[in-house]
């Protein structure tokens, strides 16, 4: 079992780029999450998902968006890239409102 | 809407002793699960430890016990005999578990930074 896994490591982007940032688990878990990390904070819930073709907004959607297609993966996508998108994003699953499983992470800056 | 507090941004223990990190958190749910992760300076998220609002008692998971007071909404860390392992950020977050729109979500503490001295 790999887990959680999460592609790129890192990324650097220009102001104005787009990115998608992967995410893909294979503990076949209904739930799937995207937060950020900013330094020395903790993790913000960007949007998730509680199952293929459903997803909804968290705590700080503003700039991404989402789609689930199938159990397994739940890509994230960034349209116009800003600084203020510059932080570390988590991608977790879990079953149901059990503990949730993240990825390594993903360090994205936008210059 | 949940909040997760966690008022010590730093701790500091000596190595072989017992640290308590504290957590309180403001919920209307009846129904709810309390977790506490650990963040390595490494980056990831371990999961540590979980806790049922209504589990009737504290949860332990070897070296890591939940002081869970429901009537004071506290769900306090205490990690028994420190290592230099231990060294890390850890973060006390919470999920509803009835339905409504929060179900599921977890909500984070700002964290604790603890440093194990030797």
Known sequence: NAGVTQTPKFRILKIGQSMTLQCTQDMNHNYMYWYRQDPGMGLKLIYYSVGAGITDKGEVPNGYNVSRSTTEDFPLRLELAAPSQTSVYFCASSYGTAQQFFGPGTRLTVL | ?118
């Open chain 2, 1 to 118: 809407a949940q909040k997760i507090t966690q008022t010590q941004p730093g701790m500091f223990v000596q190595e072989k002793e017992a640290v308590t990190l504290d957590c309180t958190y403001d919920t209307s749910d009846q129904s709810y699960g309390l977790f506490w992760y650990k963040q390595p300076s490494s980056g990831e998220m371990i999961f540590l430890i979980y806790q049922g609002s209504y589990d009737e008692q504290n949860a332990t998971e070897g070296r890591y016990s939940l002081n869970f007071q429901k009537a004071r909404k506290s769900a306090n860390l205490v990690i028994s005999a420190s290592q230099l392992g231990d060294s890390a950020m850890y973060f006390c977050a919470m999920n509803p578990h009835a339905g409504g729109t929060s179900y599921g979500k977890l909500t984070f503490g700002q964290g604790t930074i603890l440093t194990v001295h030797p």
